[in-house]
């Protein structure tokens, strides 16, 4: 899967370290090519499974593209790039914290309207994406967003993180799925748990 990442912070490196190692093409779509901490981060990346490129030319060229971005920052960026987004795979990881919706998919609802827009990789801080475990435990992650074929693919690579996949529905369950979010962090930082939290769903 060529699989776009918007952004390569902590969430971005993090996921495309990941995908990498899973034999999916990256291009890491950055807004300063040049910038010397780049080669860095391919220099950790399996040889030749990964790519920097500026951010329309990384959409362009994905199927899947994944917004690892400040949540601020996506209505600026996402008009230049609604035309290499149309029609694809778009997963939104941004989290406006202190904002009373904390997604970005109105946005790219707005600006992609053809997109199909998925949520995930937000309710967890990244240290459970690069160690998806916890004592022996796989670490769950909560998603949301179109069913169907897209939803599979989402799937499979929530799964080549190595968390385990729980769909909880279409996109009208995003507030739902940030409540989870809303959650971490009131346990994480305000309850002093740490970074290193997640959630498991247990069933009969
Ligand atoms: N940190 C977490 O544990 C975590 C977990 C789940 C979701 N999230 C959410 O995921 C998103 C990314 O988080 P992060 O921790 O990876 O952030 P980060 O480490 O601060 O990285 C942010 C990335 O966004 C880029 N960026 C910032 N401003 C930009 C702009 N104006 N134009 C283009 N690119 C810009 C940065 O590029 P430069 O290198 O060029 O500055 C960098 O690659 C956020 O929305 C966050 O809320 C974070």
């Not at 952004?7 to 779509?29: M, S």
């Not at 300063?32 to 362009?60: C, F, R, W, Y």
């Not at 199909?116 to 022996?136: I, M, S, V, Y």
């Given at each position: 899967?060529?699989?776009?990442?918007?952004?390569?912070?902590n969430v971005g490196a993090t996921l495309g370290r990941k995908w990498a190692?899973?034999?999916?093409?990256?291009?890491?779509?950055?807004?300063?090519?040049?910038?010397?901490?780049?080669?860095?981060?391919?220099?950790?990346?399996?040889?030749?499974?990964?790519?920097?490129?500026?951010?329309?030319?990384?959409?362009?060229?994905?199927?899947?593209?994944?917004?690892?971005?400040?949540?601020?920052?996506?209505?600026?960026?996402?008009?230049?790039?609604?035309?290499?987004?149309?029609?694809?795979?778009?997963?939104?990881?941004?989290?406006?914290?202190?904002?009373?919706?904390?997604?970005?998919?109105?946005?790219?609802?707005?600006?992609?309207?053809?997109?199909?827009?998925?949520?995930?990789?937000?309710?967890?801080?990244?240290?459970?994406?690069?160690?998806?475990?916890?004592?022996?435990?796989?670490?769950d992650l909560f998603y949301c967003g179109e069913p169907g074929a897209a939803?599979?693919?989402?799937?499979?690579?929530?799964?080549?993180?190595?968390?385990?996949?729980?769909?909880?529905?279409?996109?009208?369950?995003?507030?739902?799925?940030?409540?989870?979010?809303?959650?971490?962090?009131?346990?994480?930082?305000?309850?002093?748990?740490?970074?290193?939290?997640?959630?498991?769903?247990?069933?009969?």
């Amino acid at each position: 899967m060529k699989i776009a990442i918007l952004g390569t912070g902590n969430v971005g490196a993090t996921l495309g370290r990941k995908w990498a190692g899973k034999d999916h093409e990256v291009i890491f779509g950055v807004r300063d090519v040049s910038a010397g901490k780049h080669q860095a981060l391919l220099n950790t990346i399996k040889n030749g499974q990964a790519t920097i490129a500026p951010m329309v030319e990384a959409a362009e060229a994905a199927e899947v593209i994944v917004m690892a971005l400040p949540g601020s920052v996506v209505p600026e960026i996402v008009v230049g790039l609604s035309p290499a987004l149309s029609g694809k795979i778009i997963v939104d990881a941004t989290n406006h914290v202190s904002a009373s919706d904390m997604s970005s998919l109105k946005t790219l609802g707005v600006a992609v309207p053809n997109g199909k827009l998925f949520r995930a990789f937000n309710t967890l801080g990244w240290e459970n994406f690069e160690t998806p475990e916890l004592g022996g435990t796989q670490i769950d992650l909560f998603y949301c967003g179109e069913p169907g074929a897209a939803q599979e693919i989402v799937e499979q690579l929530i799964a080549d993180v190595g968390l385990r996949p729980i769909y909880i529905g279409d996109l009208d369950k995003v507030s739902v799925l940030d409540a989870l979010t809303r959650l971490w962090f009131t346990l994480s930082s305000q309850q002093g748990y740490g970074r290193r939290l997640a959630f498991k769903m247990l069933t009969a």
